[in-house]
């Protein structure tokens, strides 16, 4: 964000489709394996929806803050917001299990990722050029569809013309 301060009304929407999986980890071990109470930050932490306020606070933003499972799930109500003429900051966050067994146990075999993106959606931000317009937004209404989220970062980051959210 640099120097840029975002309006006071900014939403911010956080998806995460395992959440803080490490903490969550942490506390179910004092509380089944050790036997103790868990530590009262860890134990705040499980809750998702800390993230969403410490991002607030950060930024000083009072606008709506919602922490849902999937990207694909946060972006209709995001454009709605634009469309209203609001400012959405928009993150995607994956976190991995710190012992690589047991996060391959969990979730398969592939490469083991951490992320976190995000992307700033307003109708107009003074003095920055955007990086891409969207004119129109469709999600598929299918269940099994997933958006490729890396793809779409990927697609901004690069500079790209079009890009189609297609799933699998």
Not at 14 to 40: H, Y
Not at 79 to 93: A, Q, Y
Not at 117 to 139: C, F, H, N, T
Request: net charge positive; aromatic share 10%; hydrophobic share 40%.
């Amino acid at each position: 964000m640099g120097e840029r301060i975002l309006p006071n009304n900014t939403s911010v929407y956080i998806a995460s489709r395992n959440g803080n999986i490490n903490t969550t980890i942490k506390v179910m071990d004092s509380i089944f394996i050790q036997k103790k109470l868990p530590m009262p930050f860890n134990f705040l932490n499980t809750v998702n929806s800390i993230k969403l306020f410490y991002v607030a606070k950060h930024f000083e933003l009072e606008g709506k803050a919602i922490f849902v499972d999937r990207f694909e799930s946060a972006l209709p109500q995001a454009f709605v917001d634009v469309k209203n003429g609001k400012t959405v900051l928009l993150g995607i966050v994956t976190e991995a299990i710190a012992d690589p067994k047991l996060h391959r146990e969990k979730f398969g075999a592939g490469e083991i990722e951490e992320s976190s993106r995000w992307l700033l959606l307003s109708p107009k931000i003074e003095g920055v050029v955007p990086i891409a317009i969207i004119d129109e937004l469709k999600l598929s209404s299918r269940r099994d569809t997933q958006s490729k989220t890396v793809d779409l970062f990927s697609f901004l980051e690069n500079n790209g013309n079009d890009f189609l959210f297609k799933g699998k």
